[in-house]
Protein backbone atom coordinates (compact mmCIF):
# COMPACT_ATOMS: atom_id res chain seq x y z
CA UNK A 1 0.00 0.00 0.00
CA UNK A 2 1.63 3.02 -0.97
CA UNK A 3 2.43 5.65 1.98
CA UNK A 4 2.67 9.61 1.50
CA UNK A 5 4.38 11.47 4.40
CA UNK A 6 4.49 15.08 4.04
CA UNK A 7 7.10 17.54 5.26
CA UNK A 8 8.37 21.56 5.41
CA UNK A 9 5.23 23.23 6.55
CA UNK A 10 5.46 26.12 8.82
CA UNK A 11 4.47 29.55 9.88
CA UNK A 12 6.03 32.58 8.14
CA UNK A 13 5.21 35.89 7.24
CA UNK A 14 3.95 37.14 3.92
CA UNK A 15 6.35 37.44 1.60
CA UNK A 16 8.10 34.46 2.88
CA UNK A 17 8.69 31.15 1.55
CA UNK A 18 8.71 27.04 2.43
CA UNK A 19 9.74 23.90 0.87
CA UNK A 20 7.25 21.26 1.22
CA UNK A 21 8.40 17.65 0.55
CA UNK A 22 6.68 14.32 -0.16
CA UNK A 23 8.26 10.76 0.54
CA UNK A 24 6.97 8.19 -1.02
CA UNK A 25 6.98 4.56 -0.48
CA UNK A 26 5.19 1.17 -0.68
CA UNK A 27 4.52 0.81 -4.44
CA UNK A 28 5.74 -2.57 -4.55
CA UNK A 29 6.44 -4.84 -7.56
CA UNK A 30 4.12 -3.56 -9.97
CA UNK A 31 3.94 0.00 -11.25
CA UNK A 32 6.30 2.52 -9.55
CA UNK A 33 6.24 6.16 -8.11
CA UNK A 34 8.03 7.23 -11.20
CA UNK A 35 5.29 5.95 -13.73
CA UNK A 36 2.47 8.23 -11.96
CA UNK A 37 1.19 11.70 -11.62
CA UNK A 38 1.57 13.49 -8.26
CA UNK A 39 -0.21 16.62 -7.48
CA UNK A 40 -0.30 19.17 -4.52
CA UNK A 41 -3.73 19.98 -2.66
CA UNK A 42 -4.91 22.13 0.21
CA UNK A 43 -7.50 22.73 2.33
CA UNK A 44 -8.19 25.97 4.23
CA UNK A 45 -10.71 25.66 7.06
CA UNK A 46 -14.35 25.89 5.73
CA UNK A 47 -13.32 25.55 2.38
CA UNK A 48 -13.44 22.67 -0.15
CA UNK A 49 -9.97 20.82 -0.76
CA UNK A 50 -7.99 22.40 -4.17
CA UNK A 51 -5.62 20.88 -6.43
CA UNK A 52 -2.75 23.56 -5.98
CA UNK A 53 0.02 22.36 -8.83
CA UNK A 54 0.26 18.91 -10.63
CA UNK A 55 3.21 17.33 -12.34
CA UNK A 56 3.73 14.16 -14.55
CA UNK A 57 5.09 11.06 -13.73
CA UNK A 58 8.31 12.45 -15.66
CA UNK A 59 8.35 15.74 -14.63
CA UNK A 60 7.83 17.53 -17.97
CA UNK A 61 4.20 18.65 -17.68
CA UNK A 62 3.29 20.71 -14.71
CA UNK A 63 -0.13 22.25 -13.71
CA UNK A 64 -0.73 25.28 -11.54
CA UNK A 65 -4.21 27.06 -9.93
CA UNK A 66 -3.87 30.70 -11.31
CA UNK A 67 -3.49 31.83 -7.61
CA UNK A 68 -0.14 30.09 -7.58
CA UNK A 69 1.51 30.65 -10.98
CA UNK A 70 4.37 32.14 -10.88
CA UNK A 71 5.01 31.51 -6.87
CA UNK A 72 4.97 28.09 -6.44
CA UNK A 73 6.81 25.33 -8.11
CA UNK A 74 6.04 21.61 -7.99
CA UNK A 75 9.09 19.19 -8.98
CA UNK A 76 10.07 15.49 -8.41
CA UNK A 77 13.19 13.66 -7.89
CA UNK A 78 12.11 9.97 -9.28
CA UNK A 79 15.40 8.28 -7.64
CA UNK A 80 14.35 9.76 -4.46
CA UNK A 81 10.44 8.73 -4.87
CA UNK A 82 10.08 12.31 -3.65
CA UNK A 83 7.61 15.19 -4.61
CA UNK A 84 8.37 19.07 -3.38
CA UNK A 85 6.23 22.12 -3.63
CA UNK A 86 8.66 25.41 -3.48
CA UNK A 87 6.02 27.83 -1.85
CA UNK A 88 7.25 31.78 -3.01
CA UNK A 89 6.13 35.24 -2.08
CA UNK A 90 3.73 33.92 0.26
CA UNK A 91 0.43 35.29 0.91
CA UNK A 92 -2.07 34.80 3.93
CA UNK A 93 -4.60 33.40 1.68
CA UNK A 94 -2.18 30.32 1.11
CA UNK A 95 -2.74 29.35 4.64
CA UNK A 96 -4.03 25.71 4.67
CA UNK A 97 -3.14 22.15 5.12
CA UNK A 98 -1.78 21.23 2.01
CA UNK A 99 -1.73 17.28 1.10
CA UNK A 100 -0.07 15.52 -1.44
CA UNK A 101 -1.55 13.34 -3.81
CA UNK A 102 -1.01 10.07 -6.03
CA UNK A 103 -3.01 9.70 -9.15
CA UNK A 104 -4.79 6.11 -9.53
CA UNK A 105 -3.58 5.23 -13.10
CA UNK A 106 0.06 4.71 -14.21
CA UNK A 107 1.29 7.27 -16.86
CA UNK A 108 -2.28 9.56 -17.15
CA UNK A 109 -2.39 12.74 -15.38
CA UNK A 110 -5.09 15.48 -14.72
CA UNK A 111 -5.94 17.75 -11.17
CA UNK A 112 -9.14 16.14 -10.12
CA UNK A 113 -9.42 15.38 -6.93
CA UNK A 114 -11.36 12.58 -7.54
CA UNK A 115 -8.68 10.92 -9.60
CA UNK A 116 -6.42 10.72 -6.69
CA UNK A 117 -6.05 7.24 -4.88
CA UNK A 118 -3.67 8.01 -2.19
CA UNK A 119 -3.11 10.78 0.04
CA UNK A 120 -0.88 12.34 2.55
CA UNK A 121 -1.50 13.34 6.29
CA UNK A 122 -1.23 16.78 5.42
CA UNK A 123 1.28 19.29 6.35
CA UNK A 124 -0.34 22.94 7.47
CA UNK A 125 1.38 26.30 5.92
CA UNK A 126 0.49 29.45 8.07
CA UNK A 127 1.12 32.84 6.94
CA UNK A 128 0.26 35.87 8.35
CA UNK A 129 0.59 39.37 7.30
Known amino acids: QVQLVESGGGSVQAGGSLRLSCAASGYGSGYAYSNYCMAWFRQAPGKEREAVASIDFAGEITYYVDSVKGRFTISRDNAKNTLYLQLNSLKPEDTAMYYC??????????????????WGQGTQVTVSS
Open 101 to 118: AKYSRPWRCNSARSDYNA
